[in-house]
């Protein structure tokens, strides 16, 4: 079946600027998470969304950052006035909560550049 | 944010050789996973533990949960040049249901 896509797949700003990046998870999973991921870094955790309870915003780096998933399917993720420290790579993934234990399945990303 | 220490940062290897790389933290983790990420892709699933001692393999990857469970460690057989790319574990604990702690990454480069 379909993978977890995410659009754009570049995304060229300039500083100031609000973007937002879009995910579709697997269908029928009800996780979906945002990570990011700095050039030659690992993945940093953003937010997790489950169901319909309340996102775990823990991993948001400022208040310009937001998400949201509506209806329990595509989520878009916010940056208001982008800033250069913006740039990265901003994976989503999608897990099936009830199955095995936290196997995310991840989209290939969004370059987000921030001139 | 927390991550893990993965060791080597990066490795060049010929084609046929095995790889050995491991990943440690100062934290246990009840469930493990090991992901591979190709350039421009986001990062795919290759193995998932799930019990301390627990050892599996999925072709000619095999993966072991360290019985202390703070470590885990990847091997790769007879590389091939596809088993480029960054190989990065994740370790997972119950109660923090919404995140992966990711590991740093190791680079592997295949030579022919």
């Known amino acids: 079946g379909a993978g977890v896509s995410q659009s754009p797949s570049n995304k060229v700003t300039e500083k100031g600027k609000d973007v937002e990046l879009r995910c579709d998870p697997i269908s029928g999973h009800t996780a979906l998470y945002w990570y990011r991921q700095s050039l030659g870094q690992g993945l940093e955790f953003l937010i997790y969304f489950q169901g319909n309870s309340a996102p775990d915003k823990s991993g948001l780096p400022s208040d310009r950052f937001s998400a949201e998933r509506t209806g329990g399917s595509v989520s878009t993720l916010t940056i208001q006035r982008t800033q250069q420290e913006d740039s990265a790579v901003y994976l989503c993934?999608?897990?099936?909560?009830?199955?095995?234990?936290?196997?995310?399945?991840f989209g290939p990303g969004t370059r987000l550049t921030v001139l | 944010g927390q991550q893990l220490n993965q060791s080597p940062q990066s490795m060049f290897i010929q084609e046929g050789e095995d790889v050995s790389m491991n990943c440690t933290s100062s934290s246990i983790f009840n469930t493990w996973l090991w992901y591979k990420q190709d350039p421009g892709e986001g990062p795919v699933l290759l193995i998932a533990l799930y019990k301390a001692g627990e050892l599996t393999s999925n072709g000619r990857l095999t993966a072991q949960f360290g019985i202390t469970r703070k470590d885990s460690f990847l091997n790769i057989s007879a590389s091939i040049p596809s088993d480029v790319g960054i190989y990065f574990c994740a370790g997972w604990n119950t109660g923090t249901a919404s995140k992966l702690t990711f590991g740093t990454g190791t680079r592997l480069q295949v030579t022919l």
């Open positions: 993934a999608s897990s099936f909560v009830g199955g095995l234990a936290n196997e995310q399945f």
